[in-house]
């Protein structure tokens, strides 16, 4: 079953613009970690917040967490064509195991 | 490091056949993982080893499916028999010590399985 489930399910936005995506999840959590994938490429890593953290950066990249809400944004800044991709939240819970559990994905496409 | 390898990239086969995906995990990595992707269920998690030893298969399918990791360098998820509705693509993924709990997974690029 999704733990989490992303906000839009697909977004167009053209290049230059922030994009912003948002997922719920639903269960208690270690932590919320986003990433990226490429058409018929294999997942990819972009950033981990920690439960006890409400936002994050990496370069262009600006993450959220809102444990009361259960909810985590985001954001894109200053989008390129490259940043073309689907994005995906994963939940790591709090009962000792070391599941990953990925959202239904938001899929991005920058026009140019 | 070369990352997480999967073999093969595409598979073509007819149902009732025998299906074995590859996975050789980054080096240094203890946690294994295999996910499943298709369109309709998302990414699922299937099974995940730790130092070899497998800790959580609940969502394998079916008895039709098993994993095996007889090393610490390599791993296969197996079909038998296959069946259209396996047709999907399975990643397999690799983590640290500390596991998915506090890293990063590393996933190949996937093996696109298609059941005729």
């Known amino acids: 079953s999704q733990q989490g489930e992303e906000d839009p399910q697909a977004l167009s936005i053209q290049e230059g613009e922030n994009a912003t995506m948002n997922c719920s999840y639903k269960t208690s959590i270690n932590n919320l970690q986003w990433y990226r994938q490429n058409s018929g490429r294999g997942l990819v890593h972009l950033i981990l917040?920690?439960?006890?953290?409400r936002e994050k950066h990496s370069g262009r990249l600006r993450v959220t967490l809102d444990t009361s809400k259960k909810s985590s944004s985001l954001l894109i800044t200053a989008s390129r064509a490259a940043d073309t991709a689907s994005y995906f939240c994963a939940t790591g819970d709090n009962f000792g195991n070391e599941k990953l559990t990925f959202g239904t994905g938001t899929r991005l496409t920058i026009i140019p | 490091d070369a990352g997480v390898i999967q073999s093969p990239r595409h598979e073509v086969t007819e149902m009732g056949q025998e299906v074995t995906l590859r996975c050789k995990p980054i080096s240094g990595h203890d946690y294994l993982f295999w996910y499943r992707q298709t369109m309709m269920r998302g990414l699922e998690l299937l099974i995940y080893f730790n130092n070899n030893v497998p800790i959580d298969d609940s969502g394998m399918p079916e008895d039709r499916f098993s994993a095996k990791m007889p090393n610490a360098s390599f791993s296969t998820l197996k079909i038998q028999p296959s069946e259209p509705r396996d047709s999907a693509v399975y990643f397999c993924a690799s983590s640290r010590l500390a596991g998915a709990n506090t890293g990063e997974l590393f996933f190949g690029e996937g093996s696109r399985l298609t059941v005729l």
């Open positions: 917040i920690r439960s006890n953290e």
